[in-house]
């Protein structure tokens, strides 16, 4: 993802020492994604990467689009996600992070009279308790669930998933809608 990134400087994250990549979205990547009302002004991701293990240990991606409406004011929605990831661990001989924090912040301007605003954060703390890679006789069209989706339907009675076979997705999509 990084791979056309510049480094923009230095920064310590937590006790990490760590390098900052910038990706911004070019003018014309993001003229691509505008769509009828909906503009996005900017988007940019910021890499902080461990300058000892080269780990990714925290992202900032940051997108502001501006909506217009027929007789209103635009509207602006700037939207920023910080995560950081932390607890590598071999998996297959691949270091991969097990655990991170994620904060969403959300905040609208704009509209009537440029007066009015509103913010709004939501967090999330994650974990990734097993990984595997190249399972023998599982196809790119079939997806393994989590153990305790497989176990049984919200019912209690037995589940198409107990069968390990999830053909394009569609008898974990039509499960899906029996334990909702």
Same mark, same amino acid.
């Given at each position: 993802?990084f791979?056309?990134a510049r480094c923009?400087?230095e920064?310590?994250?937590g ?5 900052i990549l910038k990706?911004?979205?070019s ?7 505008n769509d009828?009302?909906?503009?996005i002004?900017?988007h940019?991701?910021f890499?902080?990467?461990?300058q ?13 689009t501006?909506?217009?409406s027929?007789g209103?004011?635009?509207?602006y929605?700037?939207t920023?996600i ?6 590598y661990?071999p998996v297959?001989?691949?270091?991969i992070a097990?655990? $991170?924090? *994620?904060?969403v @912040?959300v905040? &609208?301007? /704009?509209?009537?009279f440029?007066?009015?605003?509103t913010k709004t954060r939501?967090?999330?703390t994650w974990?990734?308790e097993?990984?595997?890679f190249n399972?023998p006789?599982?196809?790119m069209?079939?997806?393994i669930p989590?153990?305790?989706?497989r ?5 209690? $009675?037995? *589940?198409?998933? @107990?069968?390990? &076979?999830f /053909?394009?997705?569609k008898a974990?999509?039509?499960?899906l809608g029996?334990l909702?």
């Amino acid at each position: 993802m990084f791979v056309n990134a510049r480094c923009v400087g230095e920064k310590r994250i937590g006790e990490e020492d760590c390098f900052i990549l910038k990706l911004a979205a070019s003018p014309a990547a993001l003229a691509e994604r505008n769509d009828g009302s909906a503009e996005i002004i900017r988007h940019a991701l910021f890499g902080y990467f461990n300058q000892k293990t080269g780990f990714l240990v925290y992202v900032e991606d940051s997108h502001l689009t501006r909506i217009e409406s027929t007789g209103n004011d635009a509207v602006y929605w700037e939207t920023t996600i910080e995560t950081t990831i932390d607890h590598y661990k071999p998996v297959d001989g691949v270091m991969i992070a097990h655990s $991170g924090r *994620s904060v969403v @912040t959300v905040f &609208k301007f /704009g509209g009537q009279f440029g007066m009015t605003s509103t913010k709004t954060r939501i967090e999330e703390t994650w974990t990734i308790e097993e990984i595997v890679f190249n399972v023998p006789g599982l196809s790119m069209d079939f997806f393994i669930p989590p153990a305790e989706i497989r176990k049984g339907s919200a019912s209690g $009675g037995p *589940s198409e998933l @107990t069968s390990g &076979k999830f /053909g394009n997705g569609k008898a974990w999509q039509n499960s899906l809608g029996k334990l909702k």
